[in-house]
């Protein structure tokens, strides 16, 4: 198209110099540059087109970064981030040291909190709303756009209930469009359909108010005039919704692809008291035809399930299960395509539950289940897991319930950025009495190990896997059981590998065996409880080296390096190195590099092998 406003908006100030007509071509423009970025770079498509307009709408209006405008969840904000300056460097999207695929404080003053997983930022609001009322000083409206799914998460409604309460000046911008990864798992959208704003209702309801303010004796005694009021005027003139009934004064549904009235809507309420709801209904995948006939997603994002990957192990491994075995059940928390369920669900429709972003109802509702009898397989990504340890540890673990955990994305993911690297599963899941840990390194082995898991009815049983390409190996290379597989023999030093780190194990392997290095290889298989006859032949080598892609203090190498030290023996202990992921944030990247930085490619770990050995006893 002929139009170029796109390049000259540095600053939300400058859309303020546009017309209606030059607006309009400008969200053409934002759509045109979404598809093109995201095509080239990957990224989140669908929930971006679907807020164009909504975003434009709110820089014309609020002052950002004077007024806080939270996003939630943070993929929808690729909008935000052109409108204040960052449009040139979008073709460094989620590449190393370039620009996040969410909201970041590093990055810009116009992004207060980074955000990636869902249904906080209302507590965010509040939080930041109370400092606001406290702090005496220049005054900023926070704003709070929710959506895409973020309603379906168990915190944005108490972060609701409080702002409700507190009565804090918070505008919560509700983006519906029935969708988060999937279509929407909530019936909030549909009874919001059902109502309207109704003038007639908030101009009562700020006569009232002016009234009470000016008698002299209000008290408690006004302020339960003021609700009774408040509660006649609805049943006159509005339905009683769910959120006036939280104090939340409502207004909408309105058509979120309009974007004069929804300058003009947001202008009424920018000067509101107290906390309201604009509820904005948007199309995801808006005005890209192949995100508008995406049924499944919309195209949410740029990622499906590559042939070869662990992903299509485990698609193939449930069904097959789930043939042999009626009682089985699968839950995922919004995601049934990302973690490979959409098959299963398919063939097994009555059997398969979308719970939305509500990790811990998802854990908390598989230990019912298993108590009913049923046999549940949770599938969801190891980082969104982790929000939900509380009920694995005390509500599954605690009850002995025998739930399986499969954790998709497990390790370092790459390009999402910190948020998003599996790192912390082992650490957490290892601690948990009763849990057996299972981490395959190949296609064959998610298939073998799922089979393992559903066979142990004592306990918990989760498995984890990364989001590359599962190495596919012959029957005589796959483990069973709890034990561990030993995959060369050697004397000297003993490699230790958890998962798809047995591949760099294997050629750190081959590089010290040109050094005229004798070397082990096990395949560790069971994280927890670890194999008592792998721990025994390890303890035989002068060095032991584990290696794994989660946090190194505390994960599967630490209990190992625990065991060995205990162990009683003849001769000396072995040298042990313990090799992982550092406790710090890791920012987006390639995974190759990164394990490479923390010295997890085979380079890096023949290197620590040889370290060890030179160690003198």
Known sequence: MDTNHLEKI????????LG?????ELAEEIREFIVETVNTHGGHLGSNLGVVELTLALHLVFDSPRDIILWDTGHQAYVHKMLTGRTDQF???????????YPSREESPHDWIENSHASTVLSYAHGLATAQGASGGEQRRVVAVVGDGSLTGGVAF?????????????TIVLNDNGRSYAPTVSRLSESLLRVRMDPRYVRTDNQIRKVLKDIPWVGDLAGRALGATKAAVREMVEPRTFFDELGINYFGPFDGHDLGKLERVFSRVSHLEGPCLVHVLTQK?????PAENDTVKNMHDMSMSKPGSYTEAFTEAMIKEAEARPEMVAITAAMPDSTGLLPFAERFPERCFDVGIAEQHAVTAAA??????????????????TRAIDQVNLDVGLHGQPVVFCLDRAGITGDDGPSHHGVLDMVLLTKIPGMTVLAPSSYQEIQQMLHDALEITTGPVALRWSKTAAPSVPEDEVGHGLKGRKVKEGTEVCLLAVGKMLANAQEAAELLEADGVSTTVWDVRCVKPLDEDML??????????TMEDGWREGGAGSSVAERLLLTERDGPAPVIRVLGVPNEYIPQGVPDKILADCGLDPAGIANTAREALSVKA
């Open 158 to 170: 108490e972060g609701l209930n409080n702002i409700g309460h507190s009565g804090c000046d918070v």
């Open 536 to 545: 025994n032949h390890a303890a035989g080598h002068r060095a032991v080296v």
């Open 285 to 289: 995948g808006r005005g890209y035809a």
């Open 10 to 17: 540095t600053r939300p100030a400058d859309l303020r110099r």
């Open 368 to 385: 019912g289940m298993a108590m009913g009898g049923l046999r549940p397989v949770v599938a969801i990504y190891s980082t969104f897991l």
């Open 91 to 101: 073709k460094t999207l989620r590449k190393p040291g370039g620009l996040s695929g």
């Open 20 to 24: 209606d007509e030059e607006l309009t």
